[in-house]
């Protein structure tokens, strides 16, 4: 880990978690300002894919609080 990194990411350990969710969600959807039509695609492909299975009942479903509440136990 670069030391710019390992400075950042302390940092960021030392915000609320509202904090945290919120630099995390912003580093994400930076990550869709630099995709090109082949990574465009290929998301395309994996929500086509999601959706299918949803469909047929093949998708194992967690509800979000769940979600939630397994990501603020890592946190801590």
Do not use: H
Not at 26 to 45: H, K, R
């Amino acid at each position: 880990m670069s030391a710019l990194l390992d400075e950042l990411s302390r940092k960021a350990k030392n915000l609320a978690l509202e904090e945290r969710a919120q630099l995390a969600q912003e580093l994400i959807e930076s990550f869709g300002q630099e995709s090109g039509p082949e990574v465009d695609a290929a998301w395309e492909t994996e929500l086509a894919s999601r959706s299918a299975k949803y469909e047929r009942g093949e998708a194992k479903l967690v509800p979000a609080a769940e979600v939630f509440e397994a990501a603020r136990r890592l946190t801590q």
